[in-house]
């Protein structure tokens, strides 16, 4: 069995989108919070194959994407700047892949947006695992590797986790909610968890507030 121990991770490139779309698509096409913007699920799926290739290249070009060794799984890290300061030209390719639905992700970015604490820190966009390879290690070998680099710099993250499974496993990470109850997507939409990690240190391997 393949663990967060063993699992080799490394930075993507272009050379990467092809094999990781399908990964990203089976990630994310089945969540609530997709569900949200896409209700339809065939025409969700392939709304996901053009948009999944889109939100890697952006994470490539605008911040930085972390993959595994077999192409298991991918987390796109972002600097706070760039969250503040949405790409517009990725915005359009949004607008454009989406079409009628571009409303309802623009609804998201806004949610998404508010809820971008000011200070600086790296934002997690993005944390997608192949089905088959959730709960075996995967996942955490992405966070680990960049909370590494994240504790050495004393850098903060932030995510938005989109479900209950993915919000226990950023606790046992050591984030923590940023607000006393979940948000909610508007018309009834599945709820969202704004949170946050401090760095860690050799001294301080708890969270701070």
Same mark, same amino acid.
């Given at each position: 069995?393949?663990?967060?121990?063993?699992?080799?991770?490394?930075?993507?490139?272009?050379?990467?989108?092809?094999?990781?779309?399908?990964?990203?698509?089976?990630?994310?096409?089945?969540?609530?919070?997709?569900? &949200?913007?896409?209700?339809?699920?065939?025409?969700?799926?392939?709304?996901?194959?053009?948009?999944?290739?889109?939100?890697?290249?952006?994470?490539?070009?605008?911040?930085?994407?972390?993959?595994?060794?077999? $192409?298991?799984?991918?987390?796109? &890290?972002?600097?706070?700047?760039?969250? $503040?300061?949405?790409?517009?030209? $990725?915005? *359009? #390719?949004?607008?454009?892949? @989406?079409?009628? +639905?571009?409303?309802?992700?623009?609804?998201?970015?806004?949610?998404? $947006?508010? +809820? #971008?604490?000011?200070?600086? +820190?790296?934002?997690? *966009?993005?944390?997608?695992?192949?089905?088959?390879?959730?709960?075996?290690?995967? !996942?955490?070998?992405?966070?680990?590797?960049?909370? *590494?680099?994240?504790? #050495?710099?004393? @850098?903060?993250?932030?995510?938005?986790?989109?479900?209950?499974? *993915?919000?226990?496993?950023?606790?046992?990470? !050591?984030?923590?909610?940023?607000?006393?109850?979940?948000?909610?997507?508007?018309?009834?939409?599945?709820?969202?968890?704004?949170? &946050?990690?401090?760095?860690? #240190?050799?001294?301080?391997?708890?969270?701070?507030?």
């Amino acid at each position: 069995m393949t663990t967060a121990s063993t699992t080799l991770i490394r930075v993507a490139d272009r050379n990467d989108i092809n094999p990781l779309t399908p990964v990203l698509v089976d990630a994310f096409v089945d969540t609530p919070d997709a569900s &949200w913007l896409i209700p339809d699920p065939d025409e969700r799926r392939r709304i996901y194959q053009q948009l999944c290739p889109a939100i890697l290249t952006h994470g490539i070009t605008a911040g930085t994407v972390y993959t595994s060794d077999d $192409h298991a799984g991918a987390a796109l &890290w972002l600097p706070h700047t760039v969250a $503040h300061s949405p790409d517009p030209h $990725h915005a *359009a #390719t949004v607008d454009r892949v @989406t079409g009628p +639905h571009a409303p309802r992700f623009a609804r998201l970015a806004a949610l998404l $947006h508010n +809820h #971008t604490p000011p200070r600086p +820190h790296t934002y997690l *966009a993005y944390l997608g695992v192949a089905p088959d390879r959730q709960r075996h290690g995967t !996942g955490t070998a992405l966070l680990t590797h960049r909370h *590494a680099t994240c504790d #050495t710099a004393g @850098t903060p993250v932030h995510l938005i986790a989109t479900t209950p499974d *993915a919000r226990r496993l950023y606790q046992r990470l !050591g984030y923590y909610d940023t607000t006393p109850t979940p948000v909610h997507l508007p018309d009834g939409g599945p709820p969202l968890w704004p949170m &946050w990690r401090q760095p860690h #240190t050799h001294t301080n391997t708890r969270r701070e507030r």
